[in-house]
């Protein structure tokens, strides 16, 4: 068997090992030359993937057997698309894809369906009108953006106006979403859709660095800080979003806010969390989302089986550096040896160029520690901060260890 793997990130590589375990043949197709998926594909595409007729005219050439990815929205829309129309499998059909990528439809059947979340307006220009219905302070949407690119928090008319702007270019379709910011905890919910029903897999919270505009994500943490009330209240809202979507056997990822008494529901995908997040799950729930994507590609159903916990605190850190030109990592194998680290992960090729923490994607490397107390977690974080190190082409550490805080 062959398949056309999409996107060449660390979830990836993963999911390449994964299809090469059981004996299908990995074609990978990335934007960029060097992908860090790369080495471990069976053959490699550099092709813009979101050009559809450029990954039908692939799959068509090497005649795979299906198209696959995880871990991104809107490849995900891709794969749904190409696949529908060569007759491939997939576990979402395109209109299914469309509703649960593009966040002018989702918020609309948000509201449609009285699940919680802000109150907002769409638009592809500037409207004042409609933007005096809602009240500052106020965050700015690409609706076909990820990795936090082109997310902006405003207060004011200037600001708004500016990132609008900045929004509308980054956005493929044009489409901007303004809605009212939410206070409160923000929180990462992984779900697994078996026959309908939605299964909790892990509830963690997602640290922000300390930017007054920027949303980008230094830390995935469990567990999150959330009481039995608000507990419920996720469990409740993700089957309304089942069901509002028609889900019924595929992962799922909510990002909601919470302020102690009630959740408001940012946005979500009909896929596993970005980046590191599987290896939080696994640890949480002993649940493979990776694996069960492909088995629900090849036609197996996954069986639900949650698992406690492997330990009290399980914490993802992500590291971004000053700019410069990366070049490779020192000091983190060592950490592993001495059981400081879990594990840790590259995220970006050597020679990537460096211009500082704009989004998510500018994440140079990625590490999990595990402890069952505050005090041993804090312990290993240290040594991994002061360790740990990133060096560039001129072997200058350009690590931000200003960007890594203890555990509160």
């Known amino acids: 068997m ?24 990995a074609i990978l197709a990335d934007g960029n030359e060097h992908p860090i998926a790369r080495p471990y594909a069976d053959k490699f595409y550099q092709v813009n993937i979101f050009d559809i007729e450029a990954v039908k005219k692939i799959a068509v050439e090497e005649k795979v057997d299906f198209l696959i990815t995880c871990c991104a929205d809107q490849v995900l829309l891709v794969v749904a ?10 576990y979402i059909d395109y209109e299914t894809a ?9 918020k609309r059947i948000f509201w449609e369906n009285n699940i919680p979340t802000s109150r907002y307006v769409e638009m592809t ?12 302070p106020m965050v700015i949407k690409p609706v076909d953006a990820y990795s936090s690119r082109g997310v902006r928090k405003v ?19 044009g489409g901007i979403i303004v809605e009212e910011f939410c206070e409160g905890e923000e929180i990462s919910v992984d779900i697994y859709v078996e026959d309908g029903k939605a299964h909790l897999l892990c509830v963690s919270n997602s640290e922000k660095i300390n930017d007054a ?3 980008i994500i230094f830390r995935g943490k469990y567990p999150a ?38 959740v408001s529901v940012l946005e979500f995908c009909a896929r596993t969390g970005g980046n590191m997040k599987y290896i939080l799950i696994n640890h949480v729930s002993g649940f493979d ?13 996954p069986k639900v089986d949650i698992k406690p916990p492997s330990h009290k605190y399980v914490v993802n850190d992500f590291i971004y550096c000053e700019p410069g030109v990366f070049d490779h990592l020192e000091g983190f194998e060592e950490l592993v040896q001495e059981g400081i680290l879990a594990e840790y992960h590259c995220l970006r090729p050597k020679g990537m160029v460096v211009r500082g923490v704009t989004s998510s994607s500018d994440r140079i490397a990625g590490f999990t520690i595990v402890a069952d107390s505050l005090e041993e977690f804090n312990r290993k974080h240290r040594e991994v901060v002061e360790r740990a190190r990133i060096i560039d082409e001129n072997g200058v550490d350009i690590m931000r260890r200003d960007l890594l805080p203890d555990l509160k």
């Not at 056309?4 to 979830?11: H, R, S």
């Not at 698309?81 to 997939?90: A, D, F, T």
């Not at 009330?229 to 909601?256: H, R, S, T, W, Y």
Request: negative net charge; charged residues 20%.
């Open 125 to 136: 220009e500037l409207d004042w009108e409609q933007i005096r219905t809602l009240s500052y």
């Open 2 to 25: 062959k398949a056309l793997v999409l996107a060449g990130g660390l979830p990836q590589i993963v999911l390449i090992q994964e299809l090469q375990k059981r004996h299908v043949t």
């Open 98 to 106: 469309v509703r649960v990528s593009d966040k002018r439809d989702m």
């Open 213 to 215: 505009d920027r949303f």
């Open 225 to 262: 800080v959330a009481n039995e009330v608000i507990l419920e209240q996720i469990q409740n809202v993700a089957q309304q979003i089942a069901d509002a979507f028609g889900l019924k056997n595929c992962p799922m990822l909510i990002q909601m806010i919470h302020n102690g008494k009630q």
């Open 289 to 301: 989302v990776i694996g069960a994507v492909v088995d629900l590609t090849m036609g197996i159903r």
């Open 155 to 173: 207060w004011n008319d200037e600001e708004l106006a500016v990132c609008f702007a900045e929004a509308a270019q980054i956005s493929r379709s």
């Open 81 to 90: 698309q190409v696949s529908e129309m060569l007759g491939l499998p997939w």
